[in-house]
């Protein structure tokens, strides 16, 4: 007869549950940091523009050539690096691109002729280009079939370009360009981190998605259209909201970076906010609102009085162009199943990146118009990204007989 007493058969059934879940942080706690300190790097071009255009005097146009150099690293490689992720699945690129992007990015500052600074920023970039598939991979993984968890890993790269004006600005403003000399120690933890964290770690480990199904290349040529279409206003209102202060508001620099970052707090807001709702209503669904939501708030950005109030609408705007961001990622490798690493390339990286390649155009513009010409040319941006997402199918619908078959 069991004599055991109630609590001690309360404790022994406890005993013989499986361990509780982790949590979607606890699983993405790693992977979301890394992302923040990797896209800190791409932040911190954007961020220190205006520097090089007051301090050492660079044109418009040059200093657009600076975000074209880090958008060409980062961009160009992407696909190809996503392929080799999915095919070899090697265990030190995201570490190591970490570690590149940024010393290539900290030393630009300290060389005085503008062509070794364009080469230093490009090599951040290439190292922007490492870090992304192999990342976006592993975060798929951790993530399992959750867009708020996934939302968790695309947020981190919003925290980056959120803390890079927050925290360069006041260092630039003190120290000159130079400055960004103080941003290479977090690039050495956190590459350290990586590759002991990706030696540790079983070949097959993490809790894979099953890959399955069929590629379907048509809707994600699609997705990657809309990725493009939000990278161009993302990458022209980085470069050129501060500027549109200074110049157009007649502002100073610290109300000219405060701008910057509420855009991009505005971005971060928006990431978190878009994983949510994908869970709830749906990712293609997310990803029309945002298109629908970005113009009215840029055009109220331009609208608003004085140099106060805008502050208000460059969060909103930084809110709703950010609202597809990690829906567009998880959603991209939902459409290649069987290839996430090179779906995160491209959504990461090749299409989020690209809207850097219009920053010349851009600064055409800027010479011409100023600053204003170049926000009011980017309101024709979020109509474009609304329109082709009426096109992308629901990932759920059983694959047509003519999308492109796995492998």
């Known amino acids: 007869m069991d004599t055991s007493s109630p609590a001690q058969l309360r404790d022994a059934s406890a005993a013989r549950l499986p361990p509780p879940p982790p949590t979607a942080w606890r699983r993405m706690r790693l992977w979301a940091v890394a992302h923040a300190v990797d896209d800190l790097y791409q932040g911190l071009v954007p961020a220190a ?19 074209l150099a880090a958008t060409l690293g980062s961009s160009v490689p992407q696909p190809l690096i996503g392929l080799a992720v999915d095919r070899y699945r090697p265990s030190w690129p995201a570490g ?13 500052g300290l060389l005085p002729g503008y062509p070794a600074v364009w080469c230093l920023v490009l090599l951040s970039g290439l190292g922007v280009a490492m870090f992304h598939p192999a990342a976006g991979r592993a975060a798929r993984e951790a993530a399992g079939d959750s867009a708020g968890a996934m939302s968790l890993f695309a947020a981190g790269g919003s925290v980056g370009f959120f803390l890079a004006p927050a925290l360069a600005t006041p260092a630039l403003i003190a120290w000159g360009t130079g400055a960004t000399v103080l941003f290479v120690p977090p690039a050495v933890l956190v590459g350290h981190l990586l590759l002991r964290h990706q030696r540790r770690r079983p070949a097959t480990g993490g809790a894979a998605v099953p890959r399955t199904g069929r590629d379907r290349w048509g809707p994600f040529a699609v997705l990657t259209g809309v990725e493009v279409v939000r990278s161009v206003a993302f990458f022209g209102l980085n470069t050129f909201v501060e500027l549109y202060w200074l110049r157009d508001l007649h502002a ?36 029309q609102l945002g298109g629908a939501l970005a113009l009215p708030s840029l055009a109220l950005l331009l609208l608003a009085p004085g140099s106060l109030v805008p502050l208000c609408f460059a969060a909103t705007t930084g809110i709703t162009l950010n609202l597809p961001f990690a829906v567009l990622v998880k959603l991209g490798q939902d459409y290649l199943p069987t290839r996430p690493g090179t779906a995160a390339g491209v959504t990461l990286g ?15 513009v800027a010479d011409t118009h100023g600053p204003r010409g170049v926000l009011l040319t980017l309101c024709a941006v979020p109509p474009l990204a609304l329109a082709l997402g009426l096109f992308l199918p629901d990932p759920a619908r059983p694959t047509a007989p003519s999308d492109t078959p796995n492998g």
Not at 49 to 67: E, K
Not at 96 to 108: D, P, R, W
Not at 257 to 271: D, N, P, S
């Open 96 to 108: 190591v691109g970490v570690l590149v992007a940024g010393i290539g990015l900290g030393l630009s």
């Open 252 to 287: 100073s620099r610290t109300l000219a970076g405060t701008a910057l970052t509420c855009f991009l707090a505005g971005g971060v807001a928006g990431t978190l906010l878009g994983g949510r709702l994908a869970d709830r209503i749906g990712a293609v669904r997310t990803v």
């Open 350 to 364: 090749l299409a989020v990146s690209i809207g850097g390649l219009f920053a010349p155009l851009l600064g055409l």
């Open 49 to 67: 523009v205006p520097y090089f255009v007051l301090d050492r005097h660079y044109g418009y146009l040059a200093a657009s050539g600076l975000t």
